[in-house]
Nanobody, 116 residues
Framework: QVQLVESGGGLVQPGGSLRLSCAVS????????MGWFRQAPGKQRELVAR???????NYADSVKGRFTISRDNAKNTAYLQMNSLKPEHTAVYYC??????????WGQGTQVTVSS
């Protein structure tokens, strides 16, 4: 069984930063791409950033230049560094990992609230 544990969310003032972490539990499965999604109240879940095992990244246009995704393959952990946060970034952030051969696995989500 694959478990993803997210951490690092919280309350931050506009202009502040947060770093989210997503750790994949000990797994016999191979972890391929990992990604961060978010879901704001009343909205659909959307992709924020994605990173392959080899380090290739892609981002939603709305976060380019502001958020950075990275990963430590040895630790099976992905990170999302979020800078210059705005109130519209408030959402529950979810981690997703593609585990071979079982497929996509989701974390439980971590709340990010940007407010003064």
């Amino acid at each position: 069984q694959v478990q993803l544990v997210e951490s690092g969310g919280g309350l931050v003032q506009p202009g502040g930063s947060l770093r989210l972490s997503c750790a994949v539990s000990k797994s016999s499965f191979s972890i391929n791409a990992m990604g961060w999604f978010r879901q704001a109240p009343g909205k659909q879940r959307e992709l924020v950033a994605r990173i392959t095992w080899g380090g290739r990244t892609n981002y939603a246009d709305s976060v380019k230049g502001r958020f950075t995704i990275s990963r430590d393959n040895a630790k099976n952990t992905a990170y999302l560094q979020m800078n210059s946060l705005k109130p519209e970034h408030t959402a529950v952030y979810y981690c997703k990992a593609k585990a071979e051969p079982v497929g996509d696995q989701w974390g439980q989500g971590t709340q990010v609230t940007v407010s003064s």
